[in-house]
């Protein structure tokens, strides 16, 4: 007889085994994933440790490759000076400097001439030709320059040009009076905050020595100059460091060590070196013209403010605010007009007047570029032809600052304004020439105070239309209030410069 129950052992048995087989595919499968997984982080990590390198064990073998490059640099200005001591002019902080400064010669009545010396740092960047690069700072002034190598072989070294805007010079020794190492430019931009940097320099004048540190921070800008980009680093630089180089972990230069914030004059983590992506291009330039080239478009710029966006129907403050151009410029040539807003530069955005300066600087002379503009609540594109800016400022520096003012008065915006005539142009010391609107006075506890506005500046636009009588600045402040702007946007000028001032209606900012 057929018993159902005797099969249910082995149907059990199947089952078990079917089951067996299910979680084993299970378990392989689950291996296969967590084998890819394994993989694809391994992978990971291997990418990001090649890019984001630790510590080496020890900086040895670099600073063996790099020192040979490095050199102190020594110069000495004769100078005149009252009695005092003949001792080695040591620089500040010097070991030595206590024990020789009540030491030399006096001549008569106390005042001699003497050899003023000053110490810093330098490399070299081409060891064919001997192109030594250090800061301008560190030999401006001086009558000799003596280069000085680790081995302690000392050559003069001739003035080859210098760029007091970067605070770079280049110098040049004879480059088969000493067998020369050089080192090459890195790329800075790929330089990130966090990566090691290595300094070797001259500080105190204590000869070659070696700091190590991080990039702090990069694009400071320390108000030094019109350029300013610096990288910034914990790495000791101290007095003597200037014109050192800061190198990446690839022995390549990253930067040129220039200076320091300190309230005591010593390292306390803060240092500035000029970025390579900056320093290269302009001393390719010295080398080849003796002085920079740098591209110039034409005008004056300042940032866009919360105000002047609102005036001018932007949506933010990015971009470049045109408050003068130049007669004969680039920009006046290619149409470019106060008021205009730039955005675009050759196809970069500019958010802020340094960007755009650094773009403009960067690019070769003569060469043909876009600029998008904002004009009148609507983009609009120009092609200019980039001059010179050396030589613009050689002409510009030849022409006398113009003169201003007087006639009818009218009270706005804590302002009296008058038509100009011969009386206000000889009271305000403006040119023969000076035509529109004087400022003749303006309340001290008014925002045109706050703003800087003077008497004897003179109003050219009122909302970007041109105005040349008062009653024309009545006229468009009349038609301004009547729209919803809660503050006028004005060009004023003084002297050659111009600029826009956003003043206040009054309007209710809720």
Avoid: C
């Avoid at 067998?179 to 330089?191: N, P």
């Amino acid at each position: 007889m057929y018993n159902r129950y005797s099969e249910l052992p082995k149907k059990a048995e199947v089952r078990a085994r079917s089951l067996e087989n299910h979680v084993s595919r299970e378990r392989k499968y689950g291996l296969f994933v967590l084998s890819a997984v394994t993989v694809f982080v391994f992978t990971v990590g291997l990418a990001l440790n090649a890019k984001a390198r630790g510590a080496p064990e020890s900086f040895a073998d670099l600073v063996e490759q790099l020192s040979p490059a490095v050199v102190n640099i020594s110069t000495t200005q004769t100078v005149k000076a009252g009695g005092g001591g003949g001792a080695p002019q040591l620089p500040e902080g010097h070991p030595f400097e206590d024990f020789f400064k009540d030491f030399g010669p006096k001549g008569k009545d106390g005042e001699r001439s003497r050899k003023a010396t000053s110490l810093g740092s330098g490399f070299v960047v081409d060891a064919k030709a001997g192109y030594v690069i250090t800061n301008n700072h560190v030999i401006d002034g001086a009558d000799e320059i003596t280069v000085v190598f680790t081995d302690g072989e000392k050559l003069p070294a001739t003035l080859v040009g210098t760029d007091p805007k970067t605070d770079i010079a280049v110098l040049k020794v004879d480059p088969n009076g000493h067998k020369l190492v050089g080192v090459s430019w890195g790329d800075s931009e790929k330089s990130r905050v966090g990566d090691w940097v290595l300094a070797i320099g001259n500080p105190y004048g204590l000869g070659g020595t070696v700091t190590a540190g991080i990039i702090s921070a990069d694009n400071r800008d320390i108000r030094s100059g019109p350029y300013d980009d610096y990288i910034q680093t914990d790495a000791s630089i101290n007095k003597g460091n200037s014109g050192g180089p800061l190198f990446n972990m690839d022995g390549e230069v990253i930067g040129i060590n220039t200076a320091i914030f300190s309230q005591s004059g010593g390292s306390i983590g803060i240092g500035f070196s000029i970025p390579s992506q900056l320093a290269e291009p302009v001393v390719k330039q010295l080398i080849e013209f003796g002085k920079t080239r740098r591209g110039w478009l034409g005008v004056v710029i300042q940032p866009v403010t919360e105000e002047f966006a609102e005036s001018l129907d932007l949506k933010s403050t990015d971009g470049v605010l045109v408050a003068g151009v130049p007669e004969e410029g680039p920009a006046f040539k290619a149409g470019i007009k106060a008021g205009d807003v730039i955005l675009e530069f050759n196809g970069e955005v500019v958010a802020e007047p340094r960007e755009l300066s650094r773009l403009v600087a960067d690019t070769k002379v003569g060469s043909k570029v876009t600029v998008d503009l904002w004009r009148n609540g609507e983009k609009k594109e120009v092609s200019v032809v980039l001059g010179e800016l050396e030589k613009a400022e050689t002409q510009m520096a030849a022409v006398s600052p113009a003169e201003v003012e007087d006639g009818k008065t009218v009270e706005k915006l804590g302002m009296e304004l008058a038509t100009v005539n011969d009386g206000l142009r000889k009271k305000f010391n403006l040119g023969a020439t000076a035509e529109g609107v004087v400022i003749t006075n303006v309340d001290p506890a008014s925002e045109a105070a706050e703003k800087d506005i003077r008497p004897g500046d003179i109003l050219l636009e009122v909302q970007l239309e041109p105005v040349s009588t008062t009653d024309q600045v009545k006229s468009q402040l009349k038609a301004i209030a009547d729209t919803d702007k809660k503050s006028v946007l004005m060009l004023l000028k003084r002297g050659q410069n111009s600029r826009f001032v956003a003043l206040s209606l009054g309007k209710d900012k809720g």
